[in-house]
């Protein structure tokens, strides 16, 4: 019994640590810092029930960490646009493109990205 619970144990652990590796990299990437400058693309659309959909595409630079950029394409799937001079944390991967994004404050963002977006 002990040994079954000893395996039981191993797997699980097992399991979680490979969810999180692969986590890591489907989702995980390099922090890029944009200021929304425009409402972006309107894109109309329906869901697969058939009901209506807005989507708004960004195209706007992005800066790392070092002031490196980047020119990144995301989408927001909000009824309405991006509050206009917000800056976001944008979530950038080699194979998925950007993965995420989160609104930040000014005083979250690298120095040197932020004298870029200045």
């Known amino acids: 019994m ?21 986590q890591k ?16 693309e309107k894109i109309d659309e329906k869901d697969d029930s058939g009901k209506p ?10 800066y790392d960490k070092e002031g490196s950029d980047k020119e990144l394409t995301f989408d ?9 001079e917000a800056y976001l944390k944008v979530i950038w991967n080699k194979s998925k493109g950007v993965t995420s994004w989160e ?7 690298p120095s040197k990205a932020q004298a ?3």
């Open 53 to 62: 959909m807005v989507t708004y595409r960004y195209q706007l630079t992005g």
């Open 76 to 84: 927001s799937f909000q009824a309405r646009p991006l509050r206009k």
């Open 25 to 40: 990299v489907i989702m995980g990437g390099t922090p890029y810092y944009v200021q929304i400058t425009t409402d972006g």
């Open 2 to 22: 002990k040994k079954v619970m000893i395996t039981l144990g191993v797997l699980a652990v097992l399991i979680i640590g490979g969810i999180s590796v692969v």
């Open 116 to 118: 870029k977006l200045d």
């Open 103 to 109: 609104e930040v404050q000014k005083d979250e963002i």
